[in-house]
């Protein structure tokens, strides 16, 4: 067994035994981990099952992804499928940049996920870099839509382009953040047009992992 | 066994089932969960074991926690004691409000934690509620400060008070944030007053749950 492997297993097993112990200790107070947050919890799977098929998967910046056939998402505690070769997980959480104006206009224009016509998806799970998150909320925020204009630029493409950003950082997961977008065929342009927008900007100039994953709806 | 904790003993076992399973499908990709946080991660493990001994533990609003003689501080993935009644989780993640000038005057007057002197303690777990996540950034900033004072009166209590705030809601945890605070004994009445001051602000309106634990270092 490779090192780093090898030592993911003693992790693993020093942390199963400490679960175990402390579900015997606890009596019948239960923290709970990630059971508390319900649905607000996503994981996408990449291997050889779920609904959504794999089209490419592009590394934009950084290390690569390993190649899949397909992602699963699981909601909450949903099982996972038993074989995969990576899984990405994210949080719903409140809003960190939207003002009120914004998020009206946002109320006003989004579409919800799992429309029947949104045949076509991008998965693109991004990492910033520490000059980013060691800057201060208004910094951040100029950066961010003062001169990135990324709220703006997104509304453009509402509601043809549907959206959930989830969260990823404060979970120990490899990515910031893990963005999710739906929408139909003929809005394939569009979607790339506001990509390219994105990645033009000041805000981007933070990133420094990107995977770009295109997938199709069976 | 109560319902409760038989649901929580398959959830375990469901969730260990899925661990083993992707560490040996994995093969050499290794997502690590909350080992990749390093020492951004906190345990604070209720039970009769660590260097921090009990005063008391009372709860200000809502549920209770059960009582125990000791807290442990686990830091990364630092082995947790055997034996604890609770463990509340946090992690230390970027501001949320403090602005470029307000950071500039902590950065000054803060003292760092572990200092000798300081072998007083208090941890308060603190939950707000669903209207207060809901607001949107400017909102939140506008009641936590301009309205709350919330970062003007920390400051008034620097460096006799030593704070780290770690933050809860995003990894499941049943609280929002765990503040921490260290100091002197002399310093104990100041710190009444800073928890007394905040306690009345605006700003905890939105709190619905919060446990106010005092501990003593030998």
Redesign the interface.
Known sequence: M?E??SK??I??A?M?S??????I?????????????GD??IRFVG?SAGVWRVLAIRSVLGDFL?QVERVALCRG?E??P????????G?I????????SE?KELASKQAPLGRSEATMAALIPIRKTMAW???????R?SIFETKSHHIAEGIKYLPSVARQLY?S??????FDFLTWFEYAPQHSDAFEELVRTLRKTEEWRYVDREIDIRLARD
Chains 1, 2 share one sequence.
């Open positions: 490779p780093a492997e993911y297993f992790y693993q020093r199963i400490q679960w175990i112990n402390n579900a200790d606890r009596g019948s107070w239960a923290p709970t981990d990630m059971e508390l947050l607000r919890l291997g390993p505690n099982a996972l038993l074989e995969s070769k990576w899984t990405l997980s949080v959480s409140n809003v960190r940049y939207v003002e009120r998020q998150w060691n800057l201060t909320q208004e910094d925020r969260h950082r404060d979970i120990g997961e490899p």
